[in-house]
């Protein structure tokens, strides 16, 4: 089992930045591709960016292309999701995901990944 626990979340101005972290306990981390969901009030949870186990293949949300960036300190059990330039339609409540892997490849689908954290909320007021 794997258990993650979110944080950084919080409520900023168009435009700041965040950064998020997610802390994994429990089994080995290392294994573990990791990602970030979100999803906002009203609307279905969407993929958001994820990491192979080693960091060297990442996949992102095209809306969050080159405003987000996802890395991991296998270390410190720990990913991250650096979030600059952050808009309004970016408020949504951000939760990691994991599962076991130890491959290059990454996915996206949220029902490829087995254990979630219980999410941290960030809101981008215009």
């Known amino acids: 089992q794997v258990q993650l626990v979110e944080s950084g979340g919080g409520l900023v101005q168009a435009g700041d930045s965040l950064r998020l972290s997610c802390e994994a306990s429990?089994?080995?981390?290392?294994?573990?591709?990791m990602a970030w969901f979100r999803q906002a009030p009203g609307k279905e949870r969407e993929f958001v960016a994820t990491?192979?186990?080693?960091?060297?293949?990442?996949r992102y949300l095209d809306s969050v292309k080159g405003r987000f960036t996802i890395s991991r300190d296998n270390a410190k059990n720990t990913v991250y999701l650096q979030m600059n330039s952050l808009k309004p339609e970016d408020t949504a409540v951000y939760s990691c995901?994991?599962?076991?892997?130890?491959?290059?490849?990454?996915?996206?689908?949220?029902?490829?990944?087995?254990?979630w954290g219980q999410g941290t909320q960030v809101t981008v007021s215009s």
């Open positions: 995901a994991a599962y076991y892997s130890s491959n290059y490849y990454v996915k996206s689908e949220a029902m490829s990944y087995n254990y």
């Open positions: 429990g089994r080995t981390f290392n294994p573990y591709a």
């Open positions: 990491i192979n186990w080693n960091g060297i293949n990442t």
